[in-house]
């Protein structure tokens, strides 16, 4: 994938909702990168950064709020928007530290997580082709 155009992360350790996401991303003309996992997106960012990440919480290893802080570290310019199949007020409240773009429950709308990016990735967006493909 060339990472000179802006793409959007999907780090998330259940291989089905990474295929979900990836389906519809891409059928929304957004280039995307899947990874099962915190530790192998982090050690990807030196390839090049996406213009935003939606990062599972509940993920083995390195959960994606451990994940989310290391990258208001590494790579503050990096939008993270936040995904859970099991919100609780305290788990909101700590992805709130480092400011997600949004905090979302699955299943998630895809209208609404589509929106999400495209403001995430701002200017950087230009070259997606627009929302879903009929």
Same mark, same amino acid.
């Given at each position: 994938?060339?990472? @000179? /155009?802006?793409? =959007?992360? =999907?780090?998330?350790?259940?291989?089905?909702?990474? $295929?979900?996401?990836?389906?519809?991303? $891409? @059928?929304?003309? =957004?280039?995307?990168?899947?990874?099962?996992?915190?530790?192998?997106?982090?050690?990807?960012?030196?390839?090049?950064?996406?213009?935003?990440?939606?990062?599972?919480? &509940?993920?083995?290893?390195?959960?994606? /709020?451990?994940?989310?802080? $290391?990258?208001?570290?590494?790579?503050?310019?990096?939008? =993270?928007?936040?995904?859970?199949? &099991?919100?609780?007020?305290?788990?909101?409240?700590?992805?709130?530290? &480092?400011?997600?773009?949004?905090?979302?429950?699955?299943?998630?709308?895809?209208?609404?997580?589509?929106?999400?990016? @495209?403001?995430?990735?701002?200017?950087?967006?230009?070259?997606?082709?627009?929302?879903?493909?009929?």
């Amino acid at each position: 994938m060339d990472t @000179s /155009l802006p793409w =959007v992360a =999907v780090v998330d350790d259940d291989d089905a909702i990474r $295929r979900a996401l990836l389906r519809l991303l $891409r @059928s929304a003309g =957004v280039p995307a990168q899947a990874y099962a996992g915190g530790a192998d997106f982090l050690a990807a960012l030196d390839g090049g950064r996406p213009c935003c990440v939606v990062l599972d919480v &509940h993920m083995p290893g390195l959960s994606g /709020l451990e994940v989310q802080a $290391r990258l208001a570290a590494q790579a503050p310019e990096v939008g =993270v928007i936040i995904l859970t199949g &099991h919100p609780t007020p305290a788990e909101q409240a700590q992805a709130q530290q &480092h400011r997600p773009l949004a905090y979302l429950s699955k299943p998630v709308n895809d209208q609404l997580l589509l929106d999400t990016i @495209s403001l995430a990735c701002g200017q950087a967006a230009a070259p997606f082709t627009g929302g879903p493909r009929p």
